[in-house]
């Protein structure tokens, strides 16, 4: 099935305005996607028609505000295919939900235990593990990645042992937009008893994960890279650890009963969920599953990838660039540098000509570590983007290596 | 010539050219004609780290002036590099410590000195001024 893509490039209000002069080419999608009108007229619904506080209230706008944030929470478990409805947990985001798991292994973990995370993460998926073996004693190690930017299985099969408990692997890089092969990676760490963490910030936006066929632990993600607001994602945990993780932050809505001698938890997920909500955010994370549904999933796939292919030609064209993430299985992210150039001042140029891309580490430090470079240019791809789209970047990037030579 | 004398001519300079391009291009062409810092100060003290690009800065007193020397690792910080350098180097440190960063604006390139772009200007300007400070307080 083929998309549509004016019509799908109208709900997107932003798409149309200009920028230093010139119609705004938006490339910077790993880094937050558009909305749609969709998404933006459910926020908009909310706050004008029935904005309340949510569980507590037996007033009717208080009962439409909670029925909707729950409705979003199922939807959520159906497009994911989570066992139970339970089992999502609302969250500010992706980081919070790692720091929500890392936090509640500090308990768990004893000196010397091992975990591994692997060498193409975000520094949001490394920093809060370093903490936790910081608290713990248990030790960090890494699966290490290679030079076309994939992780070395018989390294990663090697560095597992019964000292192994958790593993941290993200879905898609975000620096270089490598797909993990992540069904193998959750099988060999359950064959040792490791529990596993992937980190689908950059994935949900592309492919839709399953998490009972995954059989994954842990699954955290963000609302605002599928088209949904900012401050808002959610934590997939399954029951059984969310029974054992403690809570994270203590509040309202995550008891049962306060007294000043002893306080018990409330059940899943409110346990989880200390304090008011981003009620709206989370109703809108739903508008936003349903926009991307609609659309499919499949198609959305299949078109990305052609833009992917159209731009990796293209851009390979130009004389001394080079792609970083190089791998067969990969998403619409290039990465790239022209030898001789540094990233900032080809981002610099393209910004001047209107069209959005990232330049720098992209919070992955040890990936440029790793290719020995300061950072990179990223062009990531929506399935609102058009080829006209990427020859504007292709003759920008162009004018830029013109401009710098 | 005094700071302000400085900036009036770059002003001028940048008032020739129509569009950004042009500007840029100079600004390139600033960058380029920089005297290249000696590959011994380019330490980590003297390294201001930006998220984007680095700068390095270093300064020496001469016969009561400051003489600053720079470099970064990307060529339009360093075109901009190039243009405090020389709005800066060889004064006295109180005429540093008074001096305004406004013509920035006026030649149109603002927003790389805004602290979102993190390419270590604004650090620069920061620590030229804390070099001036520390040089003022030892005359």
């Not at chain 1, 000043?260 to 739903?286: R, S, V």
């Not at chain 1, 001789?340 to 910004?351: K, M």
Request: proline share 3%; net charge negative.
């Amino acid at each position: 099935m083929s998309l549509n893509i004016q019509k799908i490039r109208n709900d997107f209000p932003i798409l149309s305005r200009k920028v230093n002069g010139h119609p705004l080419v938006y490339l910077d999608n790993a880094a937050t996607s558009q909305k749609p009108q969709q998404v933006i007229d459910c926020i908009v619904d909310y706050y004008s028609n029935y904005n309340a506080n949510i569980h507590r209230g037996v007033h009717t706008l208080s009962q439409e505000a909670t029925d909707a944030y729950e409705a979003a929470r199922k939807k959520i478990q159906t497009h994911f295919n989570a066992k139970q409805s339970y089992e999502i947990i609302f969250t500010a985001g992706t980081t919070h939900g790692i720091n929500l798991v890392a936090n509640g292994f500090s308990g768990i973990l004893k000196k010397d235990d091992e975990i591994l995370v692997s060498a193409m993460e975000h520094h949001s998926n490394i920093v809060p593990w370093q903490m936790l073996c910081e608290r713990s004693g248990a030790i960090l190690k890494v699966i290490p990645m290679n030079e076309e930017g994939i992780l070395v299985f018989s390294e990663y099969e090697k560095l597992l042992s019964e000292k192994t408990k958790l593993v941290f692997v993200n879905h898609i890089s975000n620096a270089l937009g490598t797909i993990n092969p992540i069904a193998e990676i959750i099988d060999k760490a359950h064959k040792v008893g490791a529990a596993v963490l992937i980190d689908g910030a950059q994935a949900c936006s592309h492919i839709k994960p399953d998490f009972q066929k995954l059989d994954v632990d842990f699954y955290v993600t963000s609302a605002h890279k599928m088209c949904g607001p900012t401050g808002v994602g959610i934590l997939y945990m399954k029951e059984d650890w969310g029974n054992l993780l403690p809570p994270y932050q203590g509040g309202g809505e995550m008891i049962a009963e306060v007294t000043f001698e002893k306080t018990t938890y409330a059940t899943l997920p409110h346990k989880f969920e200390a304090g008011t909500p981003n009620i709206c955010g989370g109703i809108a994370f739903g508008a936003a599953i349903d926009y991307l549904n609609a659309i499919g999933f499949e198609a959305i796939e299949a078109y990305e990838n052609e833009l992917l292919k159209y731009a990796t030609e293209k851009l390979l064209e130009i004389e001394g660039l080079k792609i970083y993430g190089t791998g067969p299985d990969k998403t619409s992210v290039v990465s790239f540098n022209i030898e001789g150039i540094h990233p900032y001042d080809i981002g610099t140029i393209v910004d001047k000509l209107g069209i959005a891309v990232r330049t720098g580490h992209h919070c992955a430090q040890p990936i440029m570590d790793f290719y020995k470079i300061p950072g990179t240019v990223r062009a990531s791809f929506a399935f609102y983007n058009t080829l006209e789209e990427v020859d504007a970047l292709v003759n920008a990037v162009k004018k830029a290596k013109m401009m710098l030579s | 010539m005094s700071i302000e004398v400085i900036q009036e001519e770059l002003i001028d300079e940048f008032s020739m050219f129509d569009d950004w391009m042009q500007r840029y291009e100079y600004m390139i062409e600033l960058g380029k004609s920089l005297p290249l810092i000696d590959q011994n100060l380019k330490t980590d003290d003297k390294l201001i780290k930006g998220c984007q690009s680095k700068v390095w800065l270093h300064s020496e007193m001469r016969d009561g002036k400051i003489v600053y020397t720079a470099d970064s690792d990307a060529i339009i910080t360093k075109g901009i590099v190039a243009i405090l350098v020389r709005a800066f180097s060889n004064q006295k440190p109180q005429a540093i410590l008074n001096a305004k960063t406004d013509f920035i604006d006026e030649i149109g390139l603002k927003e790389h000195l805004s602290p979102t772009r993190a390419n270590g200007l604004v650090s620069m300007i920061k620590q030229m001024k804390l070099y001036a400070l520390a040089y003022q307080t030892q005359l």
